[in-house]
């Protein structure tokens, strides 16, 4: 055997892990890609039972697929991680993980330590985040129109959806999507017999107790209960004894007292965790108080908020009317929609809240449209508190170029790990022109050589002529948090691929 072929194969070997690894995360990648940009396609998801999710929702096929692969996995976390910080991007943040570890895998199998990548690498990646900030363009106000066609563009072009968050985005306010804690996402509800509305309010799962208590009163008290809504109980063994009894009777009563003490502080709406006992239902659908049992722990939470009612224990219904009637929330309007089959409460006294309604055709495309209305609200929230930027791969190109100049300054083997990410930087315009049709080479030189002639970081191309454009001009913008959040990601999972050197199975817990 040759040296040169002996040398080949001991490369081969040392690299194995990297190049598994790689070619892992490559096959994963393939899998969103095509659905990047206005010319991307959906990917079909085939369940084990035959049920079919069509979409091209980067985080929902990621998810929903049936992957083992360690480092593979590794990559349906970057997808995560952008979904719960800022709710958009995922199909960007995994075409550059994919495309930082191809790059990166491709310098250390030419003998570049892997360690160096991945200094050259983080550093990169520093400076195009700070290049990417730098470059936002803010949010004028709500009206900006700007910030229609971000909605429009993460909704995919589904003009209603973008109205509707944009709607629910004026009614909020800047204030409120500012707020670290509120996710402007979590406010939409899709259902196939909805009609599209901006609800100024709640909906609540579950149906009322009694058909005649389905609407509570205008301006109603709201009394929250995280337990039972039953009198005390005794041991079988008290109650066996005459003494044990008559405490029996007594709690009895003691809980008939308390339930009208509920009316006489102008209790409309009961919500409890947990069950009612029989009097307790009777006695509210005597008096008109609507009870809804078994809430979720979601829904209680965001009862509380939203009437600013405070949640009781059982014990608590003894306390005296005062100091009940300081722990009741308020709504304007309490009702159940029966063709929702959910409660609508409005004009609550705690946080201003709004929900997006999505209607759909048939119930197979109800998820697809929550999917879409909530990346079109995560858009809009991240674009008023970070600003946008270019669209359409444009402003990465910018980047890049930057980054390639400072490459040229930089001293020693990090300068690949530089380049490795001016490079990833061109995959989302170069995925954009393939799924478009036209040559990715071609079109992203192209776009360089305008964008250093004219100075300007917003020239794309339009994927329906193949020319160049100006993404701003024509409405073609991102959220400058989304690109930032995508990049930074990306860059972690992809130096944590590259510093593996070895995969090793752990043995079982309990061995």
């Not at 069509?54 to 990621?62: E, H, K, M, R, S």
């Not at 109603?220 to 005390?232: G, K, M, N, R």
């Not at 089959?341 to 048939?362: F, I, N, Q």
């Not at 022109?433 to 917003?458: C, H, M, T, W, Y």
């Amino acid at each position: 055997m040759s040296q040169t072929k002996q040398g080949n194969m001991e490369g081969e070997e040392r690299y194995s892990t990297l190049l598994n690894n790689a070619a892992a995360i490559r096959a994963v990648c393939s899998a969103v890609e095509g659905t990047l940009g206005p010319k991307g396609l959906d990917a079909m998801l085939v369940g084990a039972r035959g049920d079919v999710i069509i979409t091209n929702d980067g985080v929902t096929i990621l998810d929903k697929m049936d992957v083992s692969h360690p480092a593979a996995r590794l990559l349906i976390q970057v997808a995560r991680s952008q979904q719960s910080r800022v709710g958009d991007g995922t199909t960007t943040a995994t075409v550059l993980a994919g495309a930082l570890v191809s790059e990166g895998a491709a310098h250390v199998t030419r003998g570049v330590p892997a360690a160096k990548i991945v200094h050259g690498i983080r550093d990169g990646i520093e400076r195009a985040i700070a290049g990417l900030t730098s470059r936002a363009r803010p949010i004028e106000g709500l009206d900006d129109p700007m910030l229609r066609r971000i909605a429009l563009i993460a909704g995919r072009e589904q003009r209603d959806i973008a109205e509707l968050v944009i709607t629910a985005a004026e009614r909020l306010g800047t204030r409120h999507l500012l707020d670290d804690e509120f996710r402007f996402a979590d406010t939409v509800f899709a259902h196939e017999k909805a009609a599209n509305e901006v609800w100024p309010g709640i909906f609540i799962g579950g149906k009322p107790l009694e058909a005649h208590a389905e609407t509570a009163a205008r301006g109603t008290a709201v009394l929250v209960v995280q337990d039972a809504l039953e009198p005390e109980t005794l041991d079988e063994e008290a109650l066996a004894t005459e003494a044990g009894f008559a405490q029996y009777i007594g709690l009895k009563q003691q809980f008939k007292a308390q339930l009208e003490k509920l009316v006489s502080i102008g209790v409309g709406l009961i919500v409890v965790e947990r069950g009612a006992a029989p009097e307790a239902e009777q006695f509210c659908a005597d008096h008109g108080i609507m009870l809804i049992r078994r809430a979720l722990r979601r829904d209680v939470q965001s009862i509380c908020e939203f009437t600013g009612a405070r949640p009781l224990k059982r014990m608590a219904l003894n306390k005296s009317a005062e100091e009940l009637a300081s722990c009741l929330g308020r709504a304007e309007e309490v009702y159940y929609d029966p063709k929702l089959e959910r409660v609508r409460l409005a004009g609550g006294s705690g946080k201003p809240v709004v929900t997006v309604v999505v209607g759909a055709a048939t119930a197979e495309v109800v998820g697809e449209r929550a999917r879409i209305a909530k990346d079109a609200a995560a858009a809009v929230q991240a674009a008023v508190r970070g600003g946008y930027l270019p669209g359409g791969g444009a402003v990465e190109i910018a980047v890049a170029h930057e980054l390639e100049r400072y490459r040229e300054t930089v001293k020693g083997m990090e300068g690949f790990g530089i380049a490795a990410v001016a490079q990833a930087l061109r995959k989302p315009l170069a995925q954009i022109v393939v799924n478009a049709g036209f040559n990715p080479l071609e079109k992203v030189e192209e776009v360089r050589a305008a964008q250093i002639a004219e100075g300007s970081d917003a020239i794309g191309i339009d994927c329906d002529t193949g020319a160049l454009t100006d993404c701003l001009r024509n409405g073609i913008a991102d959220p400058a948090i989304v690109k930032a959040h995508a990049l930074q990601a990306a860059g972690e999972v992809a130096c944590a691929v590259l510093r593996i050197h070895s995969v090793i199975k752990m043995k079982p817990d309990d061995a």
